[in-house]
């Protein structure tokens, strides 16, 4: 009998949520740029703009985009990529076009479970390999090499990695592509936090063009700092981008056009894509001036590996509740919405955005704590209640 349609527990809390709540912390890109910001990078464009006849235009992606974005991938040209409705529509086709009911996916936990809910939708078989959070978030190499067996159609991960800001080692890279090379499968690699490091100006290195069964995704949402265009990609042998294409005239034929042929190669310009990245850095380094002395002033009840890269972090606390139920009450409690650990694959984690202004971060910081201290007392107080 199949299994229950698995619905996108993440996607779901944060649209019924994000809007409502005083405090959103739960936003994974750094502060979305404003129109006006990307189009003072090219003062005539809006007169271009004005002119545009609102038609589909081209429906993979213009040549121009998909050159813009072909130049960051070694070795790629604009056959190699396929322009979608953001990141989200690139990993679905992906995930579609390479797995029939049964086959094997071995997928990254923590994660975005996207791949986690789709596969199980699919008819799919799931496996799963992790990052260590006793060891920094290392990848483990040898539950890895057990979960990628001759039967793998696809091996997914996400680096940076969602939600812990973790970058994969060289060495970690070139285990996982020991495996897409004795496998047989293809890798996903949701690359969409390239651009947004912490702790370096080095953009993450990506696996595009280091073998190839290799398909990098990316999106303007997250280092670029511009969701609101919808656009992403997938970067693939030309075959392969080709059968993804077919997925996509299904689904959602083209991206807007002003996006799709004015704002989003305007974004990937070098010179513009350099001062963007450095407008996301600036957020997150800022942020975490503020969110680092918060987590010290609270210690007794959480603890962090600190994130390499992107605007989130995910938070291990000592509580009995769960992460699901800790994370409604914060909503319904004090109007805070955050990430529960338990929708990325960890439970008794919490995922805390902190590339945000500090008068927005700071009292959405404070709820979280007297939220949690508040737990603690009533855990405290059940524990005595009950001894
Ligand atoms: C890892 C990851 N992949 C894909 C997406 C979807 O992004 P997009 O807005 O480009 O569709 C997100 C959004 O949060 C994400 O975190």
């Not at 947004?196 to 953009?203: H, N, P, Q």
Request: proline residues 5%.
């Amino acid at each position: 009998m199949s299994q229950a349609f698995q619905p996108f527990d993440l996607e779901r809390i944060m649209s019924d949520w994000e809007q409502v709540v005083e405090y959103n912390l739960s936003e994974s890109g750094a502060h979305p740029m404003k129109l006006k910001e990307l189009l003072a990078y090219d003062p005539d464009l809006m007169d271009h703009m004005l002119e545009t006849e609102l038609g589909y235009g081209w429906a993979n992606g213009s040549p121009q985009l998909r050159e813009a974005i072909a130049q960051y991938y070694p070795g790629a040209t604009s056959d190699n990529v396929l322009v979608t409705i953001g990141c989200i529509e690139a990993n679905y086709i992906t995930y579609q076009t390479l797995l029939q009911p049964g086959d094997e996916v071995a997928i990254q936990v923590p994660n975005y479970l996207q791949g986690w809910g789709i596969a199980q939708n699919l008819g799919a078989t799931r496996k799963t390999f992790s990052l260590d959070p006793d060891r920094r978030w290392a990848l483990n190499i040898d539950e890895m090499n057990a979960a990628v067996t001759d039967q793998t159609k696809l091996i997914t991960l996400c680096n940076p990695n969602n939600p812990t800001g973790q970058i994969l080692t060289e060495v970690e890279m070139d285990a996982v592509l020991q495996a897409v090379e004795h496998s047989g499968a293809y890798l996903l690699a949701d690359e969409i936090y390239a651009g947004a490091e912490r702790e370096t100006d080095d953009v993450t290195s990506t696996f595009y063009g280091r073998h190839d069964r290799v398909i990098s995704a990316g999106s303007m949402s997250k280092s670029y700092g511009l969701p609101g265009l919808r656009v992403g990609w997938l970067v693939g042998p030309t075959d392969l981008i080709s059968q993804l294409w077919t997925r996509h005239e299904y689904l959602t034929l083209s991206t807007a056009i002003l996006s799709n042929h004015h704002l989003a190669p305007l974004a990937l310009r070098p010179d513009v894509r350099e001062q963007i990245f450095a407008r996301t850095r600036r957020y997150i380094r800022n942020g975490w001036t503020n969110y680092e002395p918060w987590l010290k002033e609270n210690e007794d009840i959480l603890g962090l590996v600190s994130p390499q890269a992107s605007a989130i972090s995910l938070v291990r606390y000592n509580l009995n509740m769960d992460s699901v139920t800790l994370v409604n009450r914060l909503i319904r409690e004090k109007s805070v919405l955050i990430g529960p650990g338990d929708y990325f694959g960890v439970p008794n984690h919490i995922r805390i955005s902190y590339g945000l202004p500090p008068d927005y971060l700071n009292p959405g910081l404070e709820r979280i704590a007297d939220f949690l201290r508040q737990v603690a007392a009533e855990e405290g107080s059940s524990t005595a209640a009950g001894a």
